[in-house]
């Protein structure tokens, strides 16, 4: 279980990283007060609806990476180099350098 433990100590600290920094910046951005705030359910669904979109979306470029990995899928020139594979790669995971 060591590893699965490690794992969960990873994906727990990325987590609180990422969450605390949202937290913060949002509060500075907005004026503070979330607790206050009116209209969390909209909000919620409009972010639920972007998680949706950005789940498709990913899935999508993902999808269009591996078909043009496929030699035989891949017959409008020649095949994908290491270089724009990690190009590709970078677009898909690095949105900012800040992440």
């Known amino acids: 279980m060591t590893a699965a433990r490690d794992h969960l100590r990873r994906i727990l600290a990325w987590a609180a990283r990422k ?22 359910l909209r909000n ?7 998680l ?7 899935e999508e470029q993902l999808r269009a990476l591996l078909s043009d990995l496929e030699p035989d899928r891949r017959s409008d020139g ?3 180099s290491i270089a724009e594979i990690r190009g590709r790669l970078r677009r898909i995971v690095i949105a900012r350098e800040s992440d």
């Open 19 to 40: 969450l605390v920094r949202k937290y913060l910046a949002g509060q500075q951005a907005h004026g503070g007060r979330l607790a206050d705030k009116p209209g969390m």
């Open 44 to 50: 919620l669904t409009d972010e639920v609806l972007d």
């Open 52 to 58: 949706v979109v950005y789940t498709q979306t990913l």
């Open 78 to 80: 020649p095949p994908i």
